[in-house]
């Protein structure tokens, strides 16, 4: 069974294009994304993660418009992959999780596609020397874009270190429930054969004997 998830965008050679999310994918499922890529000659950043769930490992295949495999991986927990757009058309990102029979993966996608567009315009047309405020502006834009990037990697990381504390946690509880049980049940019966070696043992009755009649 798959499920088809499309997101259709139209990129000019001066739009760039980014999205990052992050979504369920149920077990012995395909999740498919479509991306519409109508120019040739851009460049394409694509990343995901498996953040929660079995083995922390998924299927990926990107296809191009011509069904030709530009990506394949097999049971990847984490991947950074960069192409160029050689053919226009509809780009098919697919993750699969038919191999996991009962465990649903929450996974973290991210693509962008294009170049940035300049912060001051025009000044990608011809060779300017900026001004003070402009490189400080520049400088600040980079710099606010990196601490972007980082803080999605840490919210990964985060998402990831949640997950292992929380099945760490769930663990030892039940550890701690089947000590608890298993003390209690030892403590029960040792009672019981103590019990056993200090209570009275029961009288015999002699049986009474039986006589016959002689005829």
């Known amino acids: 069974m798959k499920n088809y998830c499309k997101f259709i965008f139209f990129l000019i050679p001066t739009l760039v294009f980014g999205t990052e999310f992050t979504f369920d994918l149920p077990d012995n499922d395909e999740e498919c994304f479509h991306e519409l890529i109508t120019t040739t000659n851009i460049t394409c950043v694509f990343e995901f993660q498996v953040v929660s769930g079995g083995q922390l490992d998924v299927d990926v295949i990107i296809e191009g418009p011509n069904q030709r495999h530009i990506y394949k991986e097999l049971r990847k927990e984490y991947d950074t992959f960069k192409f160029n757009v050689t053919h226009p058309g509809e780009h098919v990102i697919c993750f699969s999780n038919q191999f996991s029979t009962f465990t649903h993966k929450s996974i973290f996608m991210s693509f962008v596609a294009g170049d940035e567009n300049p912060l001051f315009k025009g000044s990608e047309e011809h060779d300017t020397v900026m001004t003070f405020m402009e490189a400080t ?37 039940w550890w701690s429930m089947s000590q608890t049980i298993l003390i209690i049940a030892i403590s029960l019966s040792q009672v019981l054969i103590l019990r056993n070696f200090f209570s009275e043992p029961k009288p015999i009755r002699p049986r009474e004997p039986r006589y016959g009649y002689l005829r």
């Open 137 to 173: 502006s520049d400088e600040m834009h980079d710099t606010l874009s990196d601490i972007i990037l980082g803080q999605t990697h840490y919210r990964l990381q985060e998402a990831h270190g949640r997950r292992f504390a929380e099945e760490l946690n769930e663990r030892v509880l």
